[in-house]
C-alpha cells in the first residue's frame, strides 16, 4: 500500500480546487449577466408609500374686493407666530380714489369679520381722522371703521391705492387687517416691509414731491397689534438717488436698506434713530437682502470672463468695505429668486421648496410639490413664507384675458397621508414644472382620481444654467436630458407620459419603440370622440397610420402676402416665388428680417422630406432643388454676423407692409385673431404660404406641447386617463381662456374663432381681441368670410414641423462658406451629400 | 495548488473586466432590443452587415490600416536604420523624432486645423502660387492628411524601438558575414531583419492598434460626421453609443472583435514561423 505523500496531497488538493474556483467565477459571472434582463418594462407600478409626508391645502380669507378692484402681494412676512402680508389695493384701473383727504379709511381686527370688512370695501372709507404722519400712537380700535360710515367710490378723493397689512395666525385665521390708508400720504407708496426682533413690523414707504419729484423715505413702525408705535422715522441717505426697495433688521436694531443709488448697487445701514452707521456700495450689487439668522447678506452678480456668477456677501461692519467674503451660490442659486428664513436661503423650484445651509451649501427639502395637492397653475410663482417645517404660506394668483385674483394658501402638514397605495404615474418633460396649464390638469386629476396619483418629474431641475455659454450649450443640455429620459426608460425608472415642448424630438423614442400608438386608446374608449379633434391636425400626428404623440395646442408658421400680389396659394416652388419677386416693383422687398441661415433652416424644416427619405435612405442634398434653396436663402436671407443682438437690426415688418414696401410678411398664427391681424394690415385676403420647397409645402404647423404614453409604462390606462383629461373639452376651454395657441379640439376651436367674430373687451370671459394693436384703429370682430378662410387654412395643413438636428447641424456647418463665397453651390451642396448621406445610411 | 491561487485574482479580474462584458455584449448582439429581450438570432449582425454606413466603416478602416501600419513599420525601420549609423546630430534627430509622442492631442488637433482647414497656412501658401483651395478635410485628400498626422505621431516611437533592436543583432553574426562576402543589403536581409522580427512584429500589432486610435483625431478635427473617406469604425460605433442603439453597437462590435482576432492571428501565425526560423 503506497502511502500519499506532502505533494501528492497538495495536488489532490488542488485537483478538488479548480473546479470549485472555476464554478465560482462563473457564477460570479453570471450574476452581473443578470442585468442584461433586468430593466425595461416595470415590473410593477409604484405606489405612495405609506411614509409619505402628506401637507393640506387651506385657502385663506383673502381681502375682498370691491368691483373694479384688484390687489396684489407686495411682502409677506413671518412676524412671531403670525403671518403679515402687505397687499396693495388698485381699481382695475390703476386709480382708486379711495379718501378725499388723507384722513382715511383704516379698517378691521378681529373684531369686525373679514367678511364684514371686505364686502364692500368700496365704502370702507371712513370717518378715520389721523392724517397721514399724525403723530403719536394711533390705537388699532381707533382705526375699526364701520362699513356704514363709507363714501361711494365716486365721492372720494384723489387716494390713489392703499395698502392693508392682513395678519395671519398659525391656524390660517385672519387675525387683523390694518389699513394703512390713515397714516399714508397720497403720494405715499410702501415699497417693504420688516419685522423687527422685538415683533414690530415696519414699513419703508417712499413719497414723491409731485411737483419736484423728489423722493423721500419714511419708516413707520407698528406692533403686533396694528398700533402704529411712536412718529414716522424720516430717513436720510447721503446718496439722494438711493432708492431703497429692499430693508430687513438685525438684533441690535440696526436697519438695512438695499437698492440702487448714483452709480451701483448700495447696501446703507441705519441704527435705530435713523443715523447712517455706514454704506456699502459695490458696483456688482443688485441690492436683495436676506436675513439669515441675524446673519445679513447682499446679493451681487458678477462677469468673470464669460462666467456668470452669482455671490452673497456677508454685511460686515468690521470690514474696510464692510462686505465679508462673497460666497459664490452660481451653481445652486443662479437663476433662482432666493428667499432667506431660518434654515438659511430657500429656494421655490419646480418640484419642491428646498433650503440651501450657506455653510455646507447642503440642499435639504422643506416640501416637494408631489406631497400636496396644490393648483400650481394658481401658485407657481410666489414667495412662500415657511413660517415652521410643518406650516408654509404661498401666494398665488389667476389670470384670464379680462381678470386676476391674488390668492393666498396655507400648507400644513398632516400626520396621514390620504394618498397612501395609490399608484404613481410620471409626468416627465423638459421645464414643465412651470407650465401651469399642466400643473392645473394636475392638480385636478390628484383630487379626483382614486386610484392614481401623478407626480411631475422635471429634468431641466438641476439644470447648471452657469455652464452654458452658447446656443450650442443649451442644445447638447437639452440633447443630454432627452437622452437621460430615455435612458430611465430603459432601467425601468422612466416615465409614464412623456410631455414635451414643440421642439422637443419624440422621434428617438418612437424609433425604439417606447411610445404606445394612441390610436389603440381612443379607438377603444367610448368616451374619448376621436371625430371631435381637428382632422388635419390628427393627420398630421400620425406616422404610418399611427399616433405616438398629440399636441394640446399648436401654431403655425409662414407668410402672409395679399392675394393679389401672391395669388391664393399655401405653398409654392422656388420659381413661383421667384417668379413673385420679379413681378414686385423695384423698391418692394419681397421678405425682411431672416439670416440667410434662418430662412435656409425654415425652408428645410418644412421639406426635409424631399431631401430626405428615411424609408429608402435616399439622399438628395446635390440637386437643383436644394441649389435652389441655397441661391434662395443668399439672394433674400441677411448676413448672419453672429452676434446673438442681431435682431436688434430687424426692421419694422408692419410697417413697411402698411406702406407697400414689404410683400411677404414672416408670420406666427396662434388664434384667429393673429390670422385676422393679416387681413386687416395687408388691407385685402391674404393667403398664409409655406416656405418655399420643391413640394409646394404648406405653411409649417407646430405643437406647442404634445402628449406621448411609454410603451413601457406598467399604468398605461391611468396615463391614458389622464392625456384624456388634458385633451378634454374643460381643459381645451381653460387653455383657450389663459394659454396660447391654437385648440386641436373642433368645437373649442369654432369657440376661439366665434370669440374672434364677437369679441366682447370689456368682460363676459372672452378675450380681449387685440386686432388692431400694432396697426391703429378700433377693434372689430372677424368677419365670417375671413373666419372661413382661417377654417379652410387649419383644414389644409399639410407640414408638420420636422427639425432634424443632426441634419441640420450638417447643413448649418457647410453653407456659410456658400453664402460667403468661398464656395460653390455644387460644392456645398455635393460636400452636405457627401455627409449626410452617411449619417442616413447609419441610421438605416 | 499554488499557482492557482496565484492565478486566480488576475484570472477573476480578466474575467471580469474582459471576458464578461464580451459575453454581455454577444448576448445584447442576439437581443431585438434593450427593452424587448426576444431572442433574434443573428439578425443584428446581418443588419449591420447590410448597413451602408458600416461597410463604408470597415473599408475606410482596413484601408486606412493596410497603408498606415507598414509605412509605420517600413519608414520607422528606415529611420532607425539611419540614425543607427553615425549621422551628425543623431541624438538631436532621435529627440525630435520622440516629440511627437509628447504633444497632446488637442495640440495636434489644433495644429492640423490651423494648418489643412479651407482657410488654413496650407492653402494661404498654395494661394500664394496661384493654385485653388483645396478643401483638405473634406476631400479625398483627407485620407493623405489623416496619414500624414499618423506617420507624423507614430514614426518616433517604432523608431526607438527598432533602435533599440539593432542593437541587439549580434555583431559577430555581422562581421562573420561580412568575411564570408555578404554585402550591406544581404547582411541586413539574412541577418539583421532575421534578428528584427520579433521587434517587426511587435510594432505592427503596436501599430495596428495605433492606427485604430486614429480615430481620436479624426473625431476631433471633423466630428461625428466627416467626409465619407474619414468614416472609421469608430464613427459608427461612437454613434449608435450616442444614440443608444446597444444592438447595432453590441453586433458591430463582435464583428470587430472577429475581425481583429483574425489579423492578430494570423500576425501571431506568421510571427510564429518567422520566430522559428531565428531559433533554428
Redesign the interface.
Known sequence: MMHLGTDDK??R??RL??PV?SIG?CI??AI??T???L???KAASDTVPADAPYYAVKELDFYTLAKDESAYIVSMTPCGDQLAVLIQVSSNGGIVPYAATSESISVSNSDLTAETAASDPVDTTGDTTAAAGDSGSTDAADIITSATDTKSIADLGDYSMKYIVLLYDITGTKTAEIDLSKVLGANDSVTSMSVTADGNFVILVQSFDSVTYAASNKLYTFDSSGKMTGDPLTLHFSDSNFYPYQMTTDASGSMYFGGYGTDSGMVVVLDKQGNTQYEVKNSSLNGNLFNVNGVIYADGYSTEGTDNKYFLYPIDAAKENHLGDPIDVSKVLMGSAPFAGKDGLYVNSGSGIYSYDLNTMEKKSVLLWKDTDIDKGVYSYSTPVILSSDVIFLQGSTYSATTSETKLAMLTRQKENPNVGKKILKVAGINISWDTTMQSEVYKFNTTSEDYRIEVVDYAEDFDYTSMKTVEDYLTAYSDMN?KI??E??AGNGPDIIYGSGDMSFS?YQS???LTDLYTFMDKDTSFKKDAYIPSILKLCETDGHLYKFPTSFTIQGFAGAKSVIGDRTGWTVDEFNAMVNSLPSDVMPIANYTQPALLTASLNASMAAFVDVTT?KVNFDSEEFRQLLDLAKTYGTVDNGDINNGDNNVDEWTLVQNGKLALMSSMISDPTSYDQMATLFGEDVSIVGFPSSTKAGPICSANFSFAIS??SPNQDGAWNFVKDFLSEDSQNKMLDSGWGIPVMTSVFEKQIDRAMNPDVNNGGGPIVYKDMYIGGGSEPMSEASAQAYRDLINSLDTLMDSDQ?ILS?VMEEVP?YFNG??TDK?VSA?IQ??????V??R? | ??H?AFL?PS??GV??FF??PL??IA??ST?K?????EFVGLKNYTDVLN????L?AGRNTLLFSALAVPLAVILALLLALLLNTNLPGRSWFRSIFLNPMMVPVASIVLIWQVVFS??GTLNSFLGGFGLD?I?WM?SDWSRLVILLLFLWKNLGYNMVLFLSALNNVPAELLDSAKIDGANSVKRFTHVSLVYLSPTIFFVGIMSLINSFKIFREVYLLTG?????AL?LLQH?MN??FR???YQKLSSAAIIMCVVMIIIVGTLFLAESRIGKDVEE
Open positions: 497538495i495536488t488538493k488542488g480546487l479548480r474556483i467565477i460570479a459571472m452581473p449577466m442585468g442584461c434582463t430593466g425595461g418594462k437622452k430615455y435612458m426608460i430603459l428617438m425604439k419603440g417606447l435612405g410603451s413601457q443632426e450638417i462658406a468661398q464656395k460644392a460636400l457627401n455627409r449626410v448621406q452617411t449619417l445610411n447609419e438605416q | 495548488m499554488t492557482t486566480t484570472l477573476a474575467m471580469l471576458f464578461l459575453i454581455m448576448y445584447n437581443m432590443s434593450a427593452l424587448n429581450n448597413n451602408k454606413a458600416f463604408l479651407f482657410n483651395k478643401d473634406k461625428n460626421y466627416p467626409y465619407d468614416y459608427f454613434n449608435a444614440d443608444l442603439d
